[in-house]
């Protein structure tokens, strides 16, 4: 009796720690699109258009928000996302990966070339159709949850290093992100609910200066901005970087103890299995009935998928041997230039980033029955995690089978 209690409490700590790893993370986001997928292609669509479609509302007497169940995942849970995302940019910036001008050259070198080659392959397919050319970016994002997954699938052969330059590529990739939403994927502004925005960074940055650490204070501002954000015009969901750069990052009465990391350590678990699969079951879900040749091989889906597939790679892994190449920085120690380009094909998985632009860039012109860019992100992501997978686990020895080069060599 001893012994299957024993076995039971070890095969429970052994899916507890699988739950616990990156790898489900990504696993789990992946079953979920897929489910999304399958539903969309049966009987059950009908339910699933309904049930993303569901009518949702908050009002306070006069003033009231309806939105779709869609877009409130979309601007609401995604800004979330977008929070924890800037709280572990602002924990690197300060002291970790990307704490100094030497660790943050070869990722910055590898999310430009990332960003700048996708776009210019989807602009060079649809360059001449106005409507369609405002996807340019979709292609420029790389899906971190999904490309440590599965890193993590590789375990040791894998050297660490490895790993904190997907990272750190994938979080200047995010900074990116923001940057071309703020710019490019705005529509017209409310100069009254941008200036209560406005108010809300003044009342945030007070509140920093002073060492404020009550972190309900924080999210009820947060939450204002996020409000006023939904209703100027500048998307929602840049509230939660903006809300993320003004936690504090240590505690002056307790110095042992980080707001920062506290609400990030919160947020993860979160995020990873609630937040991304959910939305990735909203957006997902690909209906092909009625599909044919002409919209799979549309110049849409045709751009993203070639961005994704082989823009990433080719720009991720030529500027990264640029800059390697001009002794601007230098591979990073445990690792090969084989080793560097299973990364840059990973770095093609956009999926749950791709999806996102992809919503922002089409939602209002209504043009999706002639091609729908999920189309693209999905084979494209699918193709770029199976490619790198295999140039990973079996052109590349074991990490500790490896000889080790120095920083520099």
């Excluded at 070339?113 to 292609?139: C, H, R, S, T």
């Excluded at 599909?291 to 790679?313: C, E, M, N, R, Y």
Aim: with cysteine; glycine share 10%.
């Amino acid at each position: 009796m001893n012994e299957i209690k024993k076995d039971i409490a070890n095969i429970t700590q052994d899916i507890t720690q699988f739950f616990k790893q990156e790898s489900f993370a990504g696993i789990f986001l992946c079953l979920t699109a897929i489910i999304a997928m399958i539903i969309a292609n049966t009987a059950l669509v009908s339910y699933y258009d309904q049930l993303i479609d569901i009518p949702v509302a908050v009002s306070f007497g006069n003033w009231a928000i309806h939105k779709p169940l869609l877009l409130w995942v979309n601007d609401g849970l995604m800004a979330v996302f977008f929070f924890l995302v800037g709280l572990e940019l602002k924990r690197e910036f300060m002291e970790g990966e990307l704490s100094s001008i030497k660790k943050i050259i070869l990722p910055a070198l590898g999310a430009i070339g990332g960003i700048a080659l996708p776009a210019l392959i989807y602009v060079a397919f649809n360059y001449d159709n106005p409507v369609e050319i405002q996807g340019w970016a979709i292609p420029a994002a790389t899906d971190i949850a999904f490309a440590l997954g599965v890193l993590a699938l590789l375990g040791n052969r894998i050297p660490l290093s490895l790993k904190v330059l997907l990272t750190s590529i994938a979080i200047f990739d995010d900074i990116g992100a923001v940057v071309i939403i703020a710019l490019f994927y705005t529509s017209k502004l409310s100069l009254f609910a941008l200036g209560i925005g406005t108010l809300c960074c003044g009342v945030l940055f007070i509140l920093n200066r002073m060492g404020v650490t009550t972190k309900s204070l924080y999210i009820l501002m947060g939450i204002i901005m996020w409000v006023a954000l939904l209703k100027s015009g500048v998307h929602a969901t840049l509230s939660g970087v903006i809300l993320a750069f003004f936690i504090p990052m240590a505690d002056k009465n307790y110095p042992n103890r980080s707001p920062l990391k506290m609400m990030e350590h919160d947020l993860h678990y979160v995020v990873a299995f609630f937040i991304l699969p959910v939305f990735a079951f909203c957006n997902a879900g690909v209906n092909l009935t009625g599909t044919g040749l002409s919209q799979i091989f549309h110049d849409v889906p045709l751009g993203i998928a070639a961005g994704l597939i082989f823009g990433k790679q080719i720009g991720v892994f030529t500027a990264c041997w640029i800059g390697i190449k001009l002794k601007l920085t230098s591979l990073p120690e445990g690792t090969t230039w084989m080793h560097l380009y299973g990364l840059s094909v990973l770095c093609g998985i956009g999926f749950t980033m791709s999806l996102f632009i992809g919503g922002l860039a089409f939602e209002e012109t209504g043009i999706n029955n002639a091609f729908d860019e999920r189309i693209g992100i999905i084979v494209g992501s699918l193709v770029s995690g199976l490619w790198g997978y295999l140039v990973l686990r079996y052109l590349c020895k074991k990490a500790d089978e490896e000889p080790k080069f120095a920083i520099g060599e």
